[in-house]
């Protein structure tokens, strides 16, 4: 069953801009934490952001000033704005979710495909 569904991903130029979506399917994403994660060939997942369900962000060092995550809980959606890319931040987005608050599954989960980010000149 589909949880969270990622989508946004492509190809861009080096500095150039993405929007990233992550849609919750029969969850209301307000009472969770939603993490945006990246995997690249040969690295480990990192933990690129985070936003709580009282609306706090945190970011990794590498995205920070450059990525923005955010939500719209009218529509069950948390973004991910992503300006001026680097090759660097090529990898495939994947979004999970911790509850924090009410009552619910206490995790939520990506579809398991993610959105690929292409970042090349």
């Known amino acids: 069953q589909v949880q969270l569904v990622e989508s946004g991903g492509g190809l861009v130029q080096p500095g150039g801009s993405l929007r990233l979506s992550c849609a919750a399917s029969?969850?209301?994403?307000?009472?969770?934490?939603i993490d945006w994660y990246r995997q690249a060939p040969g690295k480990q997942r990192e933990l690129v952001a985070t936003i709580t369900s009282d609306g706090m962000t945190n970011y990794a060092d590498s995205v920070k000033g450059r990525f923005t995550i955010s939500r719209d809980n009218a529509k069950n959606t948390v973004y991910l704005q992503m300006n001026s890319l680097k090759p660097e931040d090529t990898a495939v987005y994947i979004c999970d979710g911790r509850r924090e608050r009410g009552i619910g599954p206490p995790s939520l989960r990506s579809w398991g495909q993610g959105t690929q980010v292409t970042v090349s000149s």
């Open positions: 029969g969850t209301i994403v307000s009472i969770y934490a």
